[in-house]
DNA sequence: GCAGTTAGTTTGTACCTCGCACAAACTTAT
DNA sequence: ATAAGTTTGTGCGAGGTACAAACTAACTGC
């Protein structure tokens, strides 16, 4: 399936950046900004402000921006006349009086995005309108170890049949992924529980198979894009997203944009240590933190201490089982979030980010467990004056955050907000 | 002492920002970015490219940022006549011929930068031209928990005595101080080992005093700057500063710019924990990195084992002792590099800088304590494909880097590469 | 019906980067 | 010595962007 008609306006990303090319082809660590990408820029903080804020008129995103009215009506106009922003019902004035405001907003019929989530042995694809709203979610399995064509097969055939719900090109395709992802080349790394997926050169093939320009990223990114784009680190500056599960990471919302290493590495926060010498890890380390807070941990201290079903024991139910009246239960929660505290204060300590959304085993606690992680973070941190520390989960569901956070990938790769 | 007349041209930095305000009135978390704000950019990311390369000409710095001569030359030259740049002598032209360049560089005559250092007990001001080099370096004493109106009497006193020896009114004064310190509003929040400092404002009582414009920052901070300057940190786009001693810290260059939380926060390191439930810290909290990686730690064990001299005991003399045959000192050495490792793996872990300064206690051991740490680091991290870490000393001595980083923070302060 | 208020547009201006053309200065080949 | 080729640095006009002032549109309240 090829898509011919990419849309003129992509998303404030008008022309390739040929520029950057150049310069980065002696080496250069310096890059001026020119006029248009100046345009590129601020076209794309003004869609950035109306997914932080909703629906907003031009007056009031010019009063957000601290610009010029005129300005926004100039980086807003062709945006309308390409059909990718609407106007709304004139909204009710103000009780003084005055013109009423059109407020603005992302067109639902607007070319769509490609997501997908791939974790070990299954496959979600979907589509995601600029509204945030999920359609067309398809999923399938694959076998971990199993052969590399098969896998590729099943894919493209599981994004085409998403793909082709949708009534014109999409944008492009976002791909999340678990493992060590290499997001500059859109290769996956490596990925333990999946070795069918090591070495994979996934945009490429997906890139030259749909036409569409394609980003991958891991897994935590993607919640950390879903978080900030829907969730509860809309509008926020600062923020991390922690997972929990069979291993752990994390991804940081830094200053405005997503933190990315170079080949986009960083957030791999299962191995940093926090038991010298301690318990050996997968990794072949001793005393990293997914040896004290992963599942594995869970299961083995439950089956320690003689709590019915170890081998099946999350978050979730050792919240029931405490609520029910088990002491053991809620014994061993008080250690499993004081474990996973550890993780984020050495965050804490470090980037002081203020602000952690939890997704994984952990979230599916709820905000009781958030509040237990919430209550030893404070207990373990270094507190400087009037500084708060937020802890919590988000409701949306996990599977469609780290979709709708794929998808999201292709758009901060488009609207370039990075200068 | 007030300098009257402020240099017209203050690093490009022509207009006060009065927008940024008018929108950080209403909380606006977006920014759209203004032509003149774009020319002020441009002018500083030149200014640092001069920094990074050395002397340069404009044809070589329109290379370098892969932009047209001619705008080069646009930002240079009203630079050249306020008497910032000063055009070198024509260089030998290359094998080819052609117009031999004229290197564009600061003009040591320039308005300089002052500088301050504070630690516990100890106060250093000197002055710093563009082109790195200090003068004047002046030192005074105070009682770390005497009178504060004698504290700022001996600290004006002392500035003064330094400010004097500049022929022009400098471009600002540069703090570094030890402790905790929000550098937002420019007070000392608390330093341990000098309460007399503790909720100092010490950026309003200077800025009354001389009547220029002050920055104030951590101590770290500072030597991050002075590192990025004119030591092993130049033209680095990612790396860390660290330093140990009787207390640890670090502070972060990330994509080109200098990490700070909310208020200055970030880069707490000392306190984040590498050893649950292991031994007390000062700061109330159990198996922080400080109490395996600093000063302290290293006596107690020096003394545990029998070495001589153990209150006295360095990095530096632990090497030596190591090189002269000693075995216990050899293996003690061993275990101290181990240990400041665990904090730099759990740092490389959490952001893959990939290079890392060290600065204070185990700076002192010179390159060969580097080589240590960094092959305990290379052990203990998990290695992503072709990745190499780098961990160096700065060989142009502590108090140097520290003071030139205060003045470095005054011109990041001006030339706001951040957007 | 009119004043007051707010939203959005039109018009002209200022600023910045870019591409082109050109003079200046130097090397190499004849 | 002269000509050709190369590189540096500078005017000049074009194109793009944000801004300010002035205007129209639409609504409220008296």
Redesign the interface.
Known sequence: MKFESQPSYSLGHRTPAR??A??SE?G????????SA?GA??RG??L??LY?NGPKSRADLA?????NRT?ITGIVQPMIEEQLLVEGDAAPSDVKGGKPARPLYFNPDAPMLGAVLLLPGTIQACLVALTGEIRAVTKAEFDPFGDRQAFIATLTKTLTSTLSHAHQAPFGIGVASGG?I?SDNGVI?AVNLAPVLTGLPLVNILQEHFSLPVVIDHHPRALLVGDRWFGPGR?Q??FAAIYTGEVLG?AFF???KV?R???G?????G??????D?EICN?G?HGCWET?AALPWLRKEAARLGLPQPGSITCARLVKEAEDGSKAADALLDRYTR?VA?GI???Q??????SYVLHGDVAGGGAKAAERVRQHVER???K??S?EISITVNGIGEGHTALRGAAGLVLSSHLKV??
Not at 63 to 67: E, F, H, P, Q, S
Not at 265 to 269: A, D
Not at 271 to 276: G, L
């Open positions: 520029r950057e150049a310069a002696i250069a660590n310096v890059t001026l900004v020119s006029q100046l820029i601020n903080r003004v950035q402000a932080d009063r957000l921006a601290g610009v300005t060590m290499d790394l509008g500056q600062n994390g830094i200053d405005g933190y290493g170079l080949a590495s960083g957030g791999e926060l191995h940093t240590v926090v038991q010298i301690g990794c380390k004290v474990n550890f204060v050495n965050l300590q470090t980037l002081f980010l203020n373990l941190v270094v400087r004056p500084q990075v200068i």
